[in-house]
């Protein structure tokens, strides 16, 4: 898989802002569970993605394997009709210590349980309005949103 392709496998980070008062919370209550959400992922019931699932807006929720030291962020808009665009927050090749986006636009198909980006394939899943792809360098799954 391409530097570019396997960039777009991605892992989002949601942060929320809010008013709070500063507290003090002990060092064991602020450790999280890495395995916490791969869990709760790996509880829902898979089946085949077909090309009526994918047309839509997705953000990256999970990111596992190899692909976690390159990318911190995913984005995906699936067109009708084959076409997609993306968008990943990356550790850049030239400097790892910064960060940048990359974007990608391209033609999407399936092939048995394959998504096929240009001509790099995934295994790919879906679960209600998750999509799980699959790969050798590691394993995203993204989650449909509406554009406000």
């Known amino acids: 898989m391409s ?17 709070y008062p500063s507290n003090v919370i002990d060092t064991q209550d602020r450790q999280v569970d890495p395995g916490s959400a791969a869990e709760v992922f790996a509880a829902l019931e898979w089946a085949a993605a077909t090309t009526e699932d994918l047309p839509g807006t997705y953000a990256s929720v999970l990111i596992e394997g190899d692909i976690v030291s390159l990318v911190v962020e995913a984005r995906y808009i699936f067109h009708v009709g084959g076409t997609y665009s993306g968008a990943a927050l990356v550790l850049s090749p030239a400097n790892p210590e910064r960060l940048e986006y990359q974007t990608l636009n391209g033609t999407w198909s399936l092939d048995g349980d394959q998504l096929v980006l240009d001509d790099e394939r995934a295994v790919i899943r879906r679960s209600g309005d998750f999509l799980r792809l699959e790969h050798a360098e590691g394993r995203i799954v993204l989650e449909r949103y509406e554009l406000p």
């Open 3 to 19: 530097h570019s392709n396997v960039a777009l496998l991605a892992l989002v980070i949601v942060a929320s802002c809010g008013c």
